[in-house]
């Protein structure tokens, strides 16, 4: 792991999901920029001292020289924005797999960079937009898949926060500091934590691709340096419509991150917070509210599910579906076998680099006096 | 009443809200185009044969002449929205009140000429932007006002329906009829039929304008003539921004009118379909949520329910609210008296006339490729 | 209308129910037992003054003098308990239908002798457990009684309520007074003022009988005189067994009204505070959210339906379907014909009886020692 | 590990639970009463194969014979409730700590000597009886132990399933096979395998004690051999009183723990189906909806939760929590140290006990035709 260290959430997350059913043997970590710091997590995770590093450059330079079968198999980035594309070029450059937090990068060059490098290596390249590996989002995807919802024809995804109401990031508060300096988070904050997964959500679910954007971008809190709101109009490329936002002063919401999707027949909601309902209203019969573990709903959500019907699965458990189907990839091709089509059902470096270019549109829209932009692949 | 002959559900609506609290005496109609139509829709409505019109002209006419005390206090416009400014003009004229369904009229020209007229008269005209008239938004109306959620930033309102997903208009459904034909809607349909209630509510509840949209209206369903989904950015004149949209092609939706807002201190969230819950987020402490009947909600709420807590109430009890601070109105006015300020907070010609100009703000972003315009007042 | 005089909650609700669909006009009353009051509410009621009468004794015997047409067609009577069973009798016996509140009656005698007078004399009795006049409550029923559900196991129905966690009625609180009170109230409160209500819901909803009952009621708050608790085991006429409770101290609980119905292949949940789903759970398929208004619903939740899917109705109006259904009956009756199967649809003196039933069997178990104890009818 | 092979449900939550923080290394286990099949267990849990024992007997003698910090620390019983005693007795012998699963035992007298073991021992023992590991079942054991309820007067827990709606045992399903089968299951099925839970999450959130019980069980199944439904009126040692139910027949319900606990000031509920939630209701003031992860809510609580408000926490982070604990206080032991407070809180061999004194309690009840019987402590 790149990252993680004390005052870390998500580096906790990764941990908890990469350790959930077993696969993955925790090893090695450069766990700060601080060596010291780098020192105290690995003693934290329970880590041999000698494979707590002091930065990812001797871990991937060490871990290189370890015999097959003691090195790392993949890497984990888990660090602030600034440090995604360092790892993870380094990582393959040197032959190792990366499951890496989003955005991707800092440039959506880096990111185009990082593309490249996973055609020419082939290796594997996951990007943690968790969102995607609940099972009734998987399940949304498979109705729209199998035509249940008829055209799509428009869609609505949102992801309000309001943990950002207030100046948070001059208290010296972890997250909030990083997130709010623009030489750590990049050109934006809100556009790019929470609304590359609102983006991600809406185009994994639907299958569509957003192709045209109209952008309102905002900094509601005095003295932020970064937006912190963001309301948008997006065009689908069937003709489909929508709204996308991201928000950090939504005060009072958590992770509200919530999809709604009409079709000609039907349409489906989802809602973050409540992760295992999914919401099917239809023209011609009564709302129907599917749960995970339940014989009807579809073998991809099953495959992404642990518990029978009932006993909810969180956060974690969706983004230990991310971990578990890399391990299950890297795993068969140790084995010299090709893996089962399910377990290729996790967020790549293309749509890392998406969420790059997301970021540029909604720029050049706001830049523009929120004119309609195309969408800059 | 004008309109509300057979087929009509608003009419029926007008007609148990206006009986309801034992205010008001039905007396007399013109119910449709058609007398015969008119004359059994009168006996339905238990009237004397001898009020139940041929038209409205007819009825104004003929009412003006009978006595005082036995005439008809004021006019109540149910019809189609090309039959709203005729009655209504004339009611003033004769020194009829009047209560007028929404939108106000067919052209924003006839609206300032209402707004002109009652300022002239002096009468009493409200619109039955009924919406405003739950017990629970009008607390959130006041929470607002009274500043417990500070200055706010974020407001979403939002008016989905899915009723008109296929060309119901082509198998001779009465609604979808006449709403999808611009000679009896006017030059919109879901922007003006609901897309006004979502701008009303979003005023009426923050007490905030709207000042510049952003609109990205569409119709989705081939053959239709009008719009039937509208997406719109917003900006309000406090510097808050938002989203108002209306469709009526989401499929499954019933009348999911929801309205978002959001402040420095905290959020509140209501939604028509469960109207007796307001939820209140905060930074500091729990979401609540707020229900009429209690001791600890508002005055202004209070004196709009009718039950104590527990016991639901719906649309026609929030229509009901309207008329019955119109009659409390008139019956003071009738007796020479002030009428209390509670009994003042009703839709008026002012908010219809606004739901007018807002069609033609929207009409004009569409026709200029979706640019922002300042709204047009 | 007897009773619903100055401060009382149900007068309002029988009065505004019996208008709402302007099939009744409201004539005449004896509306407390103080004439003054009497007097004052009939302005209140915009009656002739003439009309409201210092006792229910003198409104019937005036009435009945009334010419024919004239004349009252029905009672009403929102009085406290002990004003239920004279009025009934009195009104019945000088030939007029009546519409009561309950629990029916002070003692099982007199429910007796007015089931008897009813059969007699052939008049209608309607007894207003409204609750059972919501449409999904309707549709519940629907649903049960043409197998959808099949064979019924286990019914759950309890009504919380909060507002007697305190000793309310030594504040002089209206509604808690007479009912706190044994020679008002009876020899129960809440086994009586809302286990009658959970007891109706129950058999009505599944259209089974109650058959043994072990209770254990118990009054928590001291110095109360009567029951603010019970807990009841129930078992059914088919084999089914089940739960019924009422509470008054169920502290922050509104009126919590709830049923749920387990059969062999599915099972139904319904809210009265949030009264317009009606969820159905099955073995085989997805949870489903059953609203009125929907063309899918039973003709019989269309019928005792006001307005399209979307628009809340409340209380009111599911009291004004018990209305509107005795006043279709009445006027065929007075026209000669036989009225609507559908319009048949309301609880009755039977009803009524069995709610007294109910109170003596509760009684019984808990004076034996919460021992099981058959139905007593 | 005992049990947790092929087919399993609980086995892969006590293993997943165990792993999620960090803490525990997976070392050996005795999966099956087949040892081929241990074998292969072994292998799917990545385990050495020399420590996939044939049995638990084999496992605790070898693992006994290992070297200090090498052998396992403590003994896992996920195995069906006739494989409980008989492996926590062993395990206790040669001083290992246990967890085991529920009910404790087969007979109370195996509990009981389960109980004295530990006393003399110190040995560490765990149940899981992991609802109670939810944060929001914490806070509301915190708020009612810090009175914020005030006394407490009545609780209602309960525990609907619907999966033995049909003999499902009979198709030979793992889970219903052993739970159906008096020789694996017990006396009882459902009043053990979910009975027990509901009246551990009563006593545990109230700190109250069951003192008397009057029991109504069934097996509403045909040919079903042991009950399926059970409903129980109770009485608590401050006087409280209340129902638990639990329902294997509640078709179409999932896990729907739910607890509702009334005081003095006002109520809670908590619903394991959405366990993130704690709902407050209160005599004075708005309905509140606890969240995890938020400042407001207790240390507890807090201590409980891994992720910041907003991301959901399931099942198996609930049942991670014992875990954690169990290794805290492990831990510590092993250096000599007093585990922190905190980490105190599981359930232990007491709780174990207790269940199966219910177990007793009900059947003598039931025995007994329904009478009221004193708990059997």
Request: proline content about 5%; charged content about 25%; aromatic content about 10%.
């Given at each position: 792991m790149?990252?993680g260290?004390?005052?870390?959430?998500?580096?906790?997350?990764h941990?908890s999901?990469?350790?959930?059913?077993?696969?993955i043997?925790?090893?090695?970590?450069?766990?700060?920029?601080?060596?010291?710091?780098s020192?105290?997590?690995?003693?934290?995770?329970?880590?041999?001292?000698?494979?707590?590093?002091?930065?990812?450059?001797?871990?991937i330079e060490?871990e290189?020289?370890?015999?097959?079968g003691?090195?790392?198999?993949?890497?984990?980035i888990?660090s602030?924005?600034?440090?995604?594309?360092?790892?993870?070029?380094?990582?393959l450059e040197?032959?190792?797999?990366?499951v890496?937090?989003?955005?991707?990068?800092?440039?959506?060059?880096?990111?185009?960079?990082?593309?490249?490098?996973?055609?020419e290596?082939g290796?594997?390249?996951?990007?943690?937009?968790?969102?995607?590996?609940?099972?009734?989002v998987?399940?949304?995807?498979d109705?729209?898949?199998?035509?249940?919802l008829?055209?799509?024809?428009?869609?609505?995804?949102?992801?309000p926060?309001?943990?950002?109401s207030?100046?948070?990031?001059?208290?010296?508060?972890?997250?909030?500091?990083w997130?709010?300096?623009?030489?750590?988070?990049?050109?934006?904050?809100s556009?790019g934590?929470?609304?590359?997964?609102?983006?991600?959500l809406?185009?994994?679910?639907?299958?569509?691709?957003?192709?045209?954007?109209?952008?309102?971008?905002?900094?509601?809190?005095e003295?932020?340096?970064?937006?912190?709101?963001?309301?948008?109009?997006?065009h689908?490329?069937?003709?489909a419509?929508?709204i996308?936002?991201a928000?950090q002063?939504?005060?009072?919401?958590?992770?509200g991150?919530?999809?709604?999707?009409?079709?000609?027949?039907?349409?489906l909601?989802?809602?973050?917070?409540?992760p295992?309902?999914?919401?099917?209203?239809?023209?011609?019969?009564?709302?129907?509210?599917?749960?995970?573990g339940?014989?009807?709903?579809?073998?991809?959500?099953?495959?992404?599910?642990?518990l029978?019907?009932?006993?909810?699965?969180?956060?974690?458990?969706a983004?230990?579906n991310?971990y578990?189907?890399?391990?299950?990839?890297?795993?068969?091709?140790?084995?010299g076998?090709?893996?089962?089509?399910?377990?290729?059902?996790?967020p790549t470096?293309?749509?890392?680099?998406?969420?790059?270019?997301?970021?540029?549109?909604?720029?050049?829209?706001?830049?523009?006096?929120?004119?309609?932009?195309?969408f800059?692949?």
């Open positions: 790149v990252g260290g004390p005052g870390s959430f998500i580096g906790r997350v941990y999901s990469a350790l959930l059913d077993g696969h043997n925790f090893v090695c970590g450069a766990f700060s920029s601080d060596p010291a710091k020192k105290i997590a690995g003693k934290d995770y329970y880590l041999d001292p000698s494979r707590a590093y002091d930065s990812y450059a001797e871990m060490k290189t020289k370890l015999p097959e003691e090195r790392m198999d993949f890497l984990c888990a602030p924005n600034h440090v995604h594309y360092g790892p993870a070029k380094l990582a040197n032959g190792f797999h990366v890496s937090d989003k955005p991707l990068t800092f440039t959506t060059d880096e990111a185009r960079s990082l593309v490249k490098l996973v055609e290596t290796l594997i390249f996951a990007v943690t937009h968790a969102y995607t590996g609940y099972p009734m998987k399940e949304a995807r109705m729209i898949r199998t035509g249940k008829g055209k799509i024809r428009k869609v609505i995804s949102e992801y926060q309001g943990w950002l207030t100046l948070l990031e001059a208290t010296g508060q972890t997250q909030a500091a997130r709010g300096d623009p030489e750590r988070s990049g050109k934006v904050n556009m934590d929470i609304g590359t997964h609102a983006l991600n809406a185009e994994y679910v639907t299958g569509l691709k957003v192709t045209e954007v109209c952008a309102d971008i905002s900094t509601m809190v003295e932020r340096k970064l937006d912190d709101d963001g309301n948008l109009l997006v689908f490329d069937n003709g419509r929508g996308i936002y928000s002063i939504s005060a009072g919401e958590e992770n991150l919530t999809i709604r999707v009409y079709g000609e027949k039907g349409g909601e989802w809602v973050q917070t409540e295992n309902t999914l919401i099917a209203k239809w023209l011609d019969r009564p709302i129907e509210y599917i749960r995970p339940n014989s009807w709903v579809s073998d991809i959500a099953q495959y992404n599910t642990r029978p019907a009932g006993h909810p699965e969180g956060l974690i458990e983004f230990a991310i578990r189907n890399v391990a299950t990839c890297i795993q068969h091709r140790l084995e076998k090709e893996p089962p089509a399910e377990a290729l059902d996790f470096v293309y749509d890392g680099l998406r969420g790059m270019q997301f970021i540029d549109t909604v720029l050049a829209s706001a830049a523009s006096d929120n004119k309609w932009i195309r800059q692949e």
